[in-house]
């Protein structure tokens, strides 16, 4: 009964470069869930997918970003011409088909830890 | 702007005595509030929540208050164990059907021996 699995744990970058960051939602849930911590701050909201669909993306800047929930295979969060700022946790969720708060909590991988030099 | 704020960075308690994380909120479209645990180099678990028709729910040792006409909510933990040890977050979600969670910036809880 794995959680949500994402990889890699620890991705180090060099300005400019692309980052590309993987979700497996947990098994059973089609609902995916971008945030991004910075230091000494809260996880802030991302993007929210479903299977092929991008549902709402308004906590993505505008550029540079972009995610993916295919058919099949993980979500990914792709981060073009990375630059220091971006440096952060990036935390995935998943969420159980109905996708409402109040019926399934979000589960949340450990992370992805980007270091952009 | 913050719309969820944890005034508390941190939080010190003695095994055994309670535990209270203060959680204040400024956006009135909020009805459910959830409180998230987590430890270092690891995500968030969910913890307990609350929706906005109620003023309280309990879980165990974890109890969730709501005052709405103030916007706070507090998480009392009792009796505080060691192992309750880490970051706790509160996050709150207006009705939107999905799980746009907006989150604090967390307080850290450290119970000792």
């Known amino acids: ?117 | 702007d913050q719309q969820v704020k944890q005034n508390s960075p941190s939080l010190s308690v003695q095994e055994g005595r309670i535990s209270i994380l203060n959680c204040d909120y400024t956006n009135s479209m909020f009805d459910y509030f959830l409180w998230y645990k987590k430890y270092p180099a690891e995500g968030p678990t969910f913890l307990i929540s609350i929706s906005s028709i109620k003023d309280k729910n309990e879980d165990g040792r974890f109890t969730v208050f709501l005052n709405k006409s103030a916007k706070h909510l507090s998480l009392h933990i009792v009796p505080s164990q060691p192992g309750d040890s880490a970051v706790y977050f509160c996050a709150a979600s207006a009705n939107t059907g999905f799980q746009k969670l907006v989150f604090g910036t967390g307080t850290r809880l450290l119970v000792s021996p």
Request: charge should be positive; aromatic fraction near 8%; glycine fraction near 10%.
């Open chain 1, 1 to 117: 009964n794995a959680g949500v699995m994402q990889n890699p744990r620890h991705l180090v970058r060099r300005r400019g470069q692309e980052a590309r960051l993987r979700c497996s939602p947990m098994k059973g849930h089609s609902h995916v869930y971008w945030y991004r911590q910075l230091p000494e701050e809260g996880l802030k909201f991302m993007v929210y997918l479903q299977k092929e669909n991008i549902i709402d993306e308004s906590g993505m800047p505008k550029e540079r970003f972009s995610a993916e929930f295919p058919k099949e295979g993980p979500s990914i969060l792709r981060i073009q011409q990375v630059v220091r700022g971006d440096s952060a946790a990036y935390f995935c969720a998943s969420s159980a088909k109905t996708g409402q708060a109040k019926g399934s909590p979000l589960h949340f991988g450990n992370g992805t830890r980007l270091t952009v030099t």
